[in-house]
């Protein structure tokens, strides 16, 4: 499982002419993994082809519009759970913390909940706690993948083989509650502008609860299931 996550890390990763230079390495290292099954292997070799295919500034300017110009389809984890509420700074912060305490350094301009980052790190855990942090994010991970079938993107691959090497269920309702948002339109920049201008967010210690690690991670995914403030999309 360790190596397909990898894999999957590096294919929701930003398209580069690097990423399309190793498509013969990503699919003989999908093709050696002994914990994915046939269809995942599938899905996976058919996402690395279709990038490998594209011109590379196709291919970022596909990327880019789906995730970072559509916020509902954001690779940001707390983006799903916490919407503009301030909270996101305090979880952020605890996140970094539980990558810093295990030597897991992150650069300058990373965020800590970007998913590829995320995926990345759990791929080194030890099984049983690797199962405890991707089983806790399952459900935002289930609203993506149907956000991308709904538009028809090949993307979806690498949610459904996440998904299916994943043994905990995704909540029906909290997918539900995800999906909710209505979709935002990636053309509309002045209406972008203007709610990623009203979300701040700060980084350092000293604040909140001290706890953190997988349970304290756990609170903060969980906290979707509540209602939480979300943003206004027109």
Known sequence: ??????????????????LKDAALELKAAV?????????EKALLNGLIDDIASRDV????????????????LSLHLFEHVHGESRDRGQAMV???????????????????????????????????????????????????RQRLEKKKSIYANAFQALEAIISTQADPAVVAEI???????????????????????????????????????????RAAKRPAPQPTIQ
């Not at 995320?118 to 459900?139: D, P």
């Not at 209406?191 to 953190?212: K, N, S, Y």
């Open 94 to 144: 605890d996140l970094k913390q539980m990558y810093e305490e295990q030597g897991f350094e992150l650069a300058v301009s990373d965020l800590p909940d970007f998913l590829p980052m995320f995926i990345e790190f759990a791929s080194i855990q030890i099984e049983n706690e690797r199962e405890e942090l991707l089983g806790q994010t399952v459900h935002i991970l289930s609203a993506l």
């Open 179 to 221: 999906l909710s948002v209505p979709d935002d339109d990636p053309n509309d920049l002045e209406a972008l502008d203007a709610v990623w201008e009203e979300e701040a967010i700060t980084f350092g210690g000293g604040q909140g609860e001290e706890d953190c690690g997988p349970d304290r991670l756990g609170r903060q995914l």
């Open 31 to 39: 093709l050696n993994d002994s914990m994915t099954g046939e269809p």
């Open 1 to 18: 499982m360790a190596n397909a996550l990898k894999i999957i890390s590096t294919l929701l990763s930003y398209p580069s002419k690097e």
């Open 57 to 72: 500034y196709e291919a970022q300017e596909r990327y880019v519009e789906l995730f970072d110009r559509t916020r509902t």
